[in-house]
């Protein structure tokens, strides 16, 4: 059992070596840049008016956290039940995510939000203060958070044997607006970087997915040909 296990483990890696071998790759970048831009005072600060008026909430670092659940989840089930919805997914997240890379060498960026006075006790806030101790507040703009869980999100809603499943839909979208969501309750990211976030993801959609998205397959085509 475990060594029929394991082989397929080794030939679902040799089958996507391609689009795995983004991960190491993507790591050392962004090992890279958190050192080039560890000194905070030498970024750009971001913030609005608008992060004021959204208050402290411990409790989103359940969503925060899930957001590797989210992505590994849905790259682990594609990569074995739907290849095509794999290849999507991959190619939305190395394009996004190497773009990012990319503006946080030309801009870097850091936030000043932290509310590090809050005592309460209890173990959401020792989650958080985990990650404050171990994230540094540097390269938020746009958020990694939120292009990850909408690249995700994307390549999940095109696969349909993952979206056959009932209220899957419904699951995906409402889970990825928590996790998009936590980054401001958290303090981590501001909304600027919400919106760099997404709007980075339409550039993404709009140069390398948009034309897939509206063209009509051939068999439609046929079909309206002769109903015509």
């Known amino acids: 059992m475990f060594v029929s296990v394991f082989s397929s483990i080794y ?7 391609r689009t795995l071998i983004f991960w190491p790759l993507f790591g050392i970048a962004f090992y890279a840049v958190e050192q080039i831009n560890r000194n905070p005072w030498k970024c750009f600060e971001v913030g609005c008016k608008w992060d004021a008026y959204i208050p402290f909430c411990e409790y989103f670092v359940v969503a925060y956290v899930m957001w590797f659940v989210y992505m590994a989840g849905t790259i682990v089930y594609l990569i074995y039940k739907d290849p095509k919805a794999y290849e999507i997914t991959m190619r939305f997240i190395i394009l996004s995510f190497s773009a990012t890379i990319v503006i946080y060498f030309l801009f870097p ?3 000043m939000m932290r509310p590090y006075d809050v005592d309460r006790e209890n173990v959401f806030m020792d989650v958080v203060r985990w990650f404050y101790r171990h994230d540094t ?3 938020v703009c746009p958020s990694l958070h939120v292009i990850g869980t909408l690249a995700t999100m994307y390549g999940a809603l095109s696969s349909e044997r993952l979206m056959r499943h009932r209220g899957m839909k419904a699951a995906y979208v409402l889970v990825g607006i928590l996790i998009c969501f936590s980054t401001v309750f958290l303090k981590q990211h501001s909304v600027e970087d919400v919106i760099g976030g997404v709007g980075l993801c339409l550039v993404v959609w709009t140069l390398a997915f ?3 998205a509206v063209e009509i397959p051939e068999e439609e085509t046929k079909k309206r040909s002769e109903a015509a």
């Not at 030939?11 to 070596?17: A, L, S, Y």
């Open 11 to 17: 030939h679902k890696i040799v089958e996507n070596i």
């Open 109 to 111: 960026t850091m936030q």
């Open 137 to 139: 507040p540097t390269n």
């Open 210 to 212: 948009r034309k897939d």
